[in-house]
């Protein structure tokens, strides 16, 4: 009775690894171009969502709204829209307190937001229009 052995020889999955570690390489760019490219589209879907729940709060409540991007302290709003984004009742922009707020939505980390008008914040009147 002859027996032979069956599996791989040192050589094959030497190869094998190699030829895995080469694939991995040449996905590894188009891997990380995919989630950069994730990571935007979700900052912009964020800023739709906070714009468009500032807007319809503006005009189901019938109170002006404000949407603005908040400093460390979310008590004061400033000019970097990278970090955690405000909805506020009403035109109040510094000093406010837990009652101002209506909703914080939170910095996507991995984003960096620009906007280049500098506008402090979006005011929304009671039929849903921004005024600046």
């Known amino acids: 009775m002859h027996h032979t052995a069956r599996g791989l020889t040192l050589m094959e999955l030497l190869l094998v690894m ?14 990380l171009a995919f989630n950069e490219q994730n990571a935007r589209a979700a900052a912009v879907n964020q800023l739709q969502s906070t714009l468009a729940f500032a807007r319809n709060t503006a005009i189901t409540q019938r109170m002006e709204m404000t949407v603005c991007p908040a400093d460390a302290t979310q008590q004061n709003c400033t ?19 837990a009652e101002d707020i209506v909703r914080v939505f939170p910095a996507i980390k991995s984003v960096d937001v620009t906007y280049n008008r500098n506008y402090r914040a979006f005011h929304f009147n009671t039929l849903g229009q921004i005024k600046n």
Request: proline content about 6%; aromatic content about 6%.
């Open 79 to 97: 000019n970097a829209w990278s970090g955690p984004i405000l909805v506020v009742a009403g035109d109040k922009k510094n000093n406010l307190d």
């Open 18 to 31: 190699l030829l895995m570690g080469i694939m991995t390489g040449l996905a590894m760019p188009s891997f």
